[in-house]
């Protein structure tokens, strides 16, 4: 069954970064879609997927734009939330990603910001991309 392109891009993001040696340094493999309440800090996990059709002559693309968000916890949490950034921005800007029934276009950082949250302890780097998909020819 066609899942559709948000989440074929999804499943090749989280693989890409579970695959990522500067990613697998700082988190092992603590990448999520959606995190356990008790995950062990640092971890990545998907945030926010936007998706938009983007026509182009007698084919439509989507046009996905989506974030990463980086937690981290420790005594130097914005600093360890910037490595994590800057760790997904290399897996994943200008990456050729795999996609289950659909072919990747391009995929593009786009900007991050870090900020703290309201616990006071943990930090969030969020990483943003876009994302250009169309379906398997």
């Known amino acids: 069954m066609d899942e ?17 040696a ?15 309440e008790d995950v ?16 182009i002559g007698c084919y439509t693309d989507e046009s996905i ?11 130097s949490a914005r600093v360890e939330a910037l490595q994590l950034a ?3 921005r290399v897996a994943l800007d200008d990456a050729e990603l795999a996609l289950t029934g659909y072919t990747l276009d391009w995929c593009d950082y786009l900007t991050h910001a870090v900020s703290r949250s309201k ?11 876009e994302a250009a998909v169309a379906p398997a020819a």
């Open 4 to 20: 559709g392109p948000v989440l074929a891009l999804q499943d090749a993001v989280v693989l890409a970064l579970l695959a990522d």
């Open 22 to 36: 500067g990613v697998a340094a700082l988190v092992a493999d603590r990448v999520f879609v959606e995190p356990q």
């Open 40 to 55: 062990a800090f640092p971890y990545i996990h998907l945030g926010r997927q936007d998706a938009s059709a983007d026509r």
């Open 65 to 75: 734009i989506f974030s990463v968000e980086c937690q981290s916890r420790p005594v």
């Open 86 to 88: 800057h760790a997904v």
């Open 119 to 129: 616990d006071g302890d943990t930090y969030t780097a969020t990483v943003a991309f």
